[in-house]
């Protein structure tokens, strides 16, 4: 037996976070003095407690923790489907900071040379297009944007398999449409949506005419500098917003090797200002 000094040694946790466990039910003392209320684990106990630091490392959540443990099979297909979906939010992770790090590289360049930091604005190109009328197919919903890209996979899958069952005829790369005006703590208004030839039920008829376009190969990343350039074209030429930004996806972030090779089109819908 191992006194819980002896055993918080040597699995690295403290005293205070072995009683917490306890609290909760995570890891229990095999043996508690009932004279002096010592506790004392067992040597079998070692390997679950490092069980319970390696998916900690993981960052699962205690409670996740809790109903692995409780299944008694720490091999199988729930524990599978649980690691593998850890490993997607790391890599997704790991991705948004090697981002942040070009990014920050591309900055610390721009004023080692003497320009300014947000000078990469100069070269995003705005033309401005009349884009035609189109019928689209569509899912309209309020979405968190730390839910957006699972969200649109799943809302453009549903959009695919109503256009197989039906029938009908993409036109178009997915879009999507952003109708919120702030960014708020209830989600974003996004309408995801797939062109096609048909009128049907769950369709309807999208005509932005005149739009600012840019297109962008790249990051999902630089989406926020385009639109403030956008934002800048409109004012400095007497534009004015008339409808939903929105975003075409000319290629599948799934089928493309690198981020790099992304390529987005990006519409901001405007109007000639009035004069006042």
């Known amino acids: 037996m191992l006194s819980i000094g002896e055993f918080?040694?040597?699995?690295?946790?403290?005293?205070?976070?072995?009683?917490?466990y306890a609290e909760i039910g995570l890891i229990m003392p095999d043996e508690i003095n009932p004279e002096n209320g010592y506790r004392y684990y067992s040597i079998d106990q070692l390997e679950r407690?490092?069980?319970?630091?390696r998916l900690k490392s993981y960052n699962f959540s205690l409670d996740e923790i809790k109903t692995i443990l409780e299944s008694n099979k720490l091999q199988d297909k729930k524990l599978y489907i649980s690691l593998?979906?850890?490993k997607k939010e790391m890599e997704r992770q790991v991705q948004e900071y090697n981002q942040i790090l070009n990014q920050l590289n591309n900055d610390i360049l721009n004023v080692k040379q003497g320009n300014a930091m947000m000078s990469y604005?100069?070269?995003?190109?705005?033309?401005?297009v009349e884009v035609p009328k189109m019928n689209?197919?569509?899912i309209r919903k309020r979405v968190h944007e730390y839910e957006c890209e699972d969200e649109a996979v799943r809302c453009f899958n549903q959009l695919v398999r109503r256009v197989i069952d039906n029938?009908?005829?993409?036109?178009?790369?997915?879009?999507?449409l952003f109708h919120s005006e702030e960014f708020g703590e209830l989600g974003l208004d996004y309408e995801f949506a797939l062109p096609i030839k048909e009128q049907v039920t769950g369709s309807r008829e999208f005509h932005p005419h005149l739009c600012l376009k840019t297109v962008i190969r790249g990051s999902y990343s630089q989406l926020s500098s385009v639109y403030t350039k956008q934002i800048e074209w409109a004012e400095k030429n007497g534009y004015e917003n008339n409808d939903a930004l929105f975003e075409v996806y000319v290629n599948d972030?799934?089928?493309?090797?690198?981020?790099?090779?992304?390529?987005?089109?990006?519409?901001?819908?405007?109007k000639k200002k009035e004069k006042r």
């Open 167 to 176: 029938q009908l005829t993409i036109t178009a790369p997915p879009m999507s």
């Open 136 to 138: 689209i197919l569509y």
């Open 253 to 270: 972030p799934e089928q493309v090797k690198t981020e790099n090779d992304l390529i987005t089109e990006v519409y901001y819908p405007v």
């Open 121 to 128: 604005l100069e070269n995003i190109d705005v033309q401005l």
């Open 49 to 53: 407690m490092l069980f319970i630091n």
């Open 8 to 20: 918080s040694k040597i699995c690295s946790v403290s005293t205070k976070t072995l009683r917490y």
């Open 84 to 86: 593998m979906k850890k």
